[in-house]
């Protein structure tokens, strides 16, 4: 068998798009590369690689990262078993609430425990993304869940102003006068949009909101909202691209999802110097828990969230700003590249 070359990372994926996991794979892959990795990106289901193009692109690899733990999981701890390469599965999202959501089978999460088990090492995006994770492993068992828990390591996501554009190109505002208040995500169910609607009617008139994405709730968005939008309150922008202009064009960003890994949402904005304010999901809890208490929902209540966004707003300005700053030095991009590199270079495999 011939041997890889050194520092050359095959990153299996499931597919191109936006999202928080797009955004954190290009940071790797970015940060990696300054850092002298080769990383070979392969398309596990759109394109449908043959297997002998991917048992050579894991001969040529001396790691292979899955970076997401579900199909490119299954290709990578598969391939890495044939090639004897040691695999990386990323676990973005809180796996015990999305299996829950999805309604899987007894038979798919066996078959999902047995895949993290043959896994090298499991990469969470959070402690709450792990401790998820802990909870599906232990379900088979005190020694599935030991045995997962010895090769688990959190590294946490980074928090990176958007390169979508230049800094001094020209954006539409997407503010106009009064309290803007931002939203960007995909228009889901577990994201609950629906839910900023009825917040947004429990705060001042002068509150509007701007929501970034589509999904399958747009139409009962728009809906729901029409008075808000012939109002001016309510502005649904669609799919777009998100830059700091986006961010900055609001006094806060909101968040009240079912659940979330640790979302990238909330990270861009803080990069950007603004406010995220959240229900108390905890993921949330975990990021904003200590250096910004107050921008967390009591619960997750329309009216709980209307109240901590003015709290949130009533801050005083230095307070604002030191928690930011306190939060921007927890989650830096050069921290999350430099834990990766060594977990990949061998320190922890």
């Known amino acids: 068998m011939s041997m890889p070359s050194p520092r050359h ?23 990696l590369a300054e850092r002298g990795w080769q990383v070979t990106r392969l398309s596990v289901r759109r394109g449908r690689p043959s297997l002998w193009a991917c048992w050579q692109a894991a001969r040529r690899a001396q ?31 809180p796996l015990n609430e999305v299996l829950q959501q999805a309604g899987a089978s007894r038979l798919k999460t066996a078959w ?16 709450t993304s792990g ?28 928090a990176v102003v958007p390169v979508a554009a230049r800094m001094d190109e020209p954006m539409p505002s997407l503010a ?17 949009p629906l839910q900023l609607l009825l917040m947004l009617r429990l705060l001042p008139d002068t509150h509007q909101l701007h929501v970034v994405g589509d999904g399958e709730m747009m139409a009962a968005m728009r809906s729901a909202g029409q008075d808000l939008m012939a109002q001016g309150r309510l502005h649904l922008h669609g799919q777009q691209t998100v830059s700091a202009q986006t961010y900055r064009a609001w006094q806060a960003t909101l968040l009240c999802s079912r659940y979330e890994g640790y979302p990238m949402t909330a990270l861009e904005s803080l990069a950007c110097g603004v406010p995220c304010v959240s229900t108390p999901i905890p993921a949330m809890q975990e990021m904003l828990g200590t250096p910004a208490p107050l921008w967390l929902a009591h619960d997750d209540s329309p009216a709980a969230l209307a109240q901590a966004v003015q709290r949130c707003l009533a801050q005083a300005a230095p307070d604002r700003q030191a928690a930011i700053d ?3 030095a927890r989650h830096r991009l ?16």
Request: hydrophobic fraction near 45%.
């Open 9 to 31: 990372m095959l990153l299996l994926t499931e597919e191109s798009g936006v999202g928080g996991v797009q955004t954190t794979l290009h940071w790797l892959e970015s940060g």
């Open 63 to 93: 790691v292979l990262v899955a970076s997401n733990n579900f199909w490119p999981a299954y290709v990578a701890v598969a391939l890495a078993g044939l090639a004897r390469r040691p695999s990386v599965v990323w676990v973005h999202g």
């Open 112 to 127: 999902l425990r047995a895949i993290y088990q043959r896994a090298s090492h499991l990469v969470c995006a959070s402690q």
């Open 131 to 158: 401790d998820s994770l802990m909870r599906v492993m232990t379900d088979a068992g005190a020694q599935a869940g030991h045995a997962v828990q010895n090769r688990m390591r959190v590294i946490r996501n980074p």
């Open 176 to 192: 106009s006068e009064g309290v803007s208040l931002g939203f960007v995500g995909r228009l889901s169910p577990e994201k609950q």
């Open 326 to 328: 306190h939060l921007q």
């Open 334 to 349: 050069e921290t999350f590249v430099q834990a990766w590199d060594q977990l990949l270079a061998g320190g922890r495999l």
